[in-house]
């Protein structure tokens, strides 16, 4: 199993992930600098959080155009799983590998606390219904989509996480950031592509806070 995990300036949140991704059994992580133009041959592509290039002009904007994600693009368009977590879901959704637009959260504030989630999708990394409870850290995760999108997302099942309470109940008190929806994650048509606000991979380690997420990354692995 072969895992590339993209660095860009500003990265921060590398370690963590490969922490995690090491924790439900891979072995080959190999980190990529955004300069690289050939990912090489990877069976899962890695955006980790951050601040890329430090937010300007827009959150994940400039890591969009980095020659990297040239490479990751024509990769992903073959079917190559992808997989992206805070602004590694910001670049996913300015290169064009996922939908919609992330906002300012509505308190205009940076938000770093806990919250609950509920996995919504019947195919994916977990069962449906299922809830993890993972740490949120971003300015810039109110998830806002059109009519037209939401629907399509709605008919084929592509929603793969919502806000929620610690009973599951989605409810605007459990919304952080405002997002439609309670929308914190979503996936492509084909359940290949996955990108989501909230960091699971903080959400693994026995020195972390709860361990609900390692399911997660054991079944991501798994489908490989």
């Not at 072995?27 to 890695?46: Q, Y």
């Not at 300015?94 to 906002?103: D, N, V």
Request: overall charge neutral; some cysteine.
């Amino acid at each position: 199993m072969d895992i590339a995990l993209l660095i860009f300036p500003g990265t921060n949140r590398e370690q963590d992930m490969a922490q995690a991704l090491r924790q439900a059994g891979a072995s080959n992580i190999r980190m990529i600098w955004h300069k690289e133009t050939d990912i090489g041959s990877p069976d899962l592509i890695v955006l980790p959080g951050g601040f890329s290039h430090g937010d300007y002009l827009r959150c994940g904007a400039m890591a969009a155009k980095s020659p990297i994600m040239q490479d990751v693009v024509k990769k992903a368009e073959r079917g190559v799983r992808v997989f992206g977590v805070c602004n590694g879901f910001q670049i996913m959704i300015e290169a064009g590998l996922l939908p919609g637009a992330l906002l300012r959260n509505n308190s205009l504030k940076f938000i770093c606390k806990n919250t609950h989630l509920k996995y919504k999708a019947q195919n994916g990394y977990l069962h449906r219904g299922d809830i993890i409870s993972v740490p949120v850290a971003h300015g810039e995760g109110n998830y806002f989509a059109n009519d037209a999108i939401l629907k399509d997302l709605q008919d084929t099942d592509s929603i793969a996480f919502e806000y929620c309470n610690e009973n599951g109940d989605v409810t605007p008190e459990s919304n952080p950031n405002g997002s439609v929806l309670n929308i914190a994650g979503i996936y492509n048509r084909s359940k290949t592509i996955l990108g989501m606000m909230p960091h699971p991979e903080n959400a693994t380690l026995d020195h972390q806070i709860n361990q609900s997420a390692r399911p997660f990354f054991k079944n991501l692995l798994e489908s490989l």
